[in-house]
T-cell receptor, first 114, second 114 residues
């Protein structure tokens, strides 16, 4: 079965600093990968998704970017963090050809920008 | 585009009460429907799913039936426990019309009083 590793679990960063969150997947090849953000008391907002290496789709204009340098690696980045970037970031994986099966989630990274 | 509308929370119930969390969706294709649960400080876990009309998903005493005629997937449990306190997300995935996206509702926070 699929396992998603996401790190770090918590992060406190000053405004204006860079960000790099990493997500790696085990147990499947060529998955669809997703980054979601959950702001305090709110639902899940899809930020980026990727259907393959180097293929990134952005859902909302923002201060963040994503990259997929390897099949099972998905990175969320920022050059300069804003206070509004604070939130709980979740990486998710959808195995290939699995429109009818569930997505798997990492444990999340809680980012606080101060 | 596809969307999921979920009952606003928070919902507070006493132990052993009956639970319903409403979820309706719009989709142009034939989506699969899911309920995910998020316990405090954790990522999301699949609770149950249904892949076609009239399917009933069930797990841990929770049930939801895929109703195409009403475009609904309401979550129910006959007798809730304190351990059911969590945030519940309704979601759909439809690779044919959502460009590989997984669409989530806004989440419903459930608190159960002993």
């Amino acid at each position: 079965s699929q396992t998603i590793h996401q790190w770090p679990a918590t992060l406190v960063q000053p405004v204006g600093s860079p960000l790099s969150l990493e997500c790696t997947v085990e147990g499947t090849s060529n998955p669809n990968l997703y980054w979601y953000r959950q702001a305090a008391g709110r639902g899940l907002q899809l930020l980026f998704y990727s259907v393959g290496i180097g293929q990134i789709s952005s859902e909302v204009p923002q201060n963040l970017s994503a990259s997929r340098p390897q099949d099972r690696q998905f990175i969320l980045s920022s050059k300069k963090l804003l206070l509004s970037d604070s939130g709980f970031y979740l990486c998710a994986c959808l195995p290939p050809g699995s429109g009818t099966t569930e997505a798997f989630f990492g444990q999340g990274t809680r980012l606080t920008v101060v | 585009g596809d969307s999921v509308t979920q009952m606003e929370g928070p919902v507070t119930l006493s132990e052993e009460a009956f639970l319903t969390i409403n979820c309706t969706y719009t989709a142009t294709g034939y989506p699969s429907l899911f309920w995910y649960v998020q316990y405090p400080g954790e990522g999301l876990q699949l609770l149950l799913k249904a892949t076609k009309a009239d399917d009933k998903g069930s797990n841990k005493g929770f049930e939801a039936t895929y109703r195409k005629e009403t475009t609904s997937f309401h979550l129910e449990k006959g007798s809730v426990q304190v351990s059911d306190s969590a945030v519940y997300f309704c979601a759909l995935s439809d690779l044919y019309s959502s460009a590989s996206k997984i669409i989530f509702g806004s989440g419903t926070r459930l608190s159960i009083r002993p």
